[in-house]
Structures are given as C-alpha cells and as structure tokens.
C-alpha cells in the first residue's frame, strides 16, 4: 500500500526559508506527478506548487517567484522550497501524487499534512 511521507515544516519568521519534503512509500509502478496543496484556517485548499513526471511545473498565484518545486526522480522525492515567507503563507501543507499502482490503475494519494506557521 503506498503512502506519502512528509517531512518539513515548522515555524519560522517572516522572510525566512522552510523545505518541505514527500516520498512515497510502499511498491508502485510509476509516478504522473507530484505537488504541494495547502489549506489556512476558514480557506479552501489550493494549489501551491506541482510537478509532472517531465519536470513541467506549475505554481499557485501567491507563491510564483518565491517557492520553488522540484523533484529526484531517482529516490521518487518531491521538495519544495520556500523563501520571503509571509505570515499569509500560514497553512497546513499536504504533498499530493498521482502513481500508478498497477499497468492500467492510477491512483490519487494525499499526505497527512504539515504545519508551516510564519510570524510576523
């Protein structure tokens, strides 16, 4: 059964740096992509950053220019490194893939998310 595994994330201040990490684990065919949702109190979960399998990138509005993802396809880990945080970067932070399991069966995994909490 695979599983994602997070590692990352804390409290820090304003300006400051954080890197969350995610690897699955468990038995799996392949990996579509790998990303990064967050979700504030009272807010919706969005998209912070995503990466596809041929290193294609896409980033949420808020983030562009400051977060940067990126992936090791050889040890299956996604990394996402944040800069200048904001205290509007406050979120619980959920690494999301879709793998494939199986020849024809691909499926959708969610960590079990991470604080990141910026002070100002």
């Known amino acids: 059964q695979v599983q994602l595994v997070e590692s990352g994330g804390g409290l820090v201040q304003a300006g400051g740096s954080l890197r969350l990490s995610c690897a699955p684990s468990?038995?799996?065919?392949?990996?579509?992509?790998m990303g990064w949702y967050r979700q504030a109190p009272g807010k919706q979960r969005e998209l912070v950053a995503r990466?596809?399998?041929?290193?294609?990138?896409n980033y949420g509005h808020s983030v562009k220019d400051r977060f940067t993802i990126s992936r090791d396809t050889a040890k299956n880990t996604v990394n996402l490194q944040m800069n200048s945080l904001k205290p509007e970067d406050t979120a619980v932070y959920y690494c999301?893939?879709?793998?494939?399991?199986?020849?024809?069966?691909?499926?959708?995994?969610w960590g079990q998310g991470t604080q990141v909490t910026v002070s100002s």
């Open positions: 999301n893939a879709w793998i494939r399991v199986a020849p024809l069966r691909t499926n959708d995994y």
């Open positions: 990466i596809t399998s041929d290193g294609t990138t």
């Open positions: 468990g038995t799996f065919y392949s990996i579509n992509y």
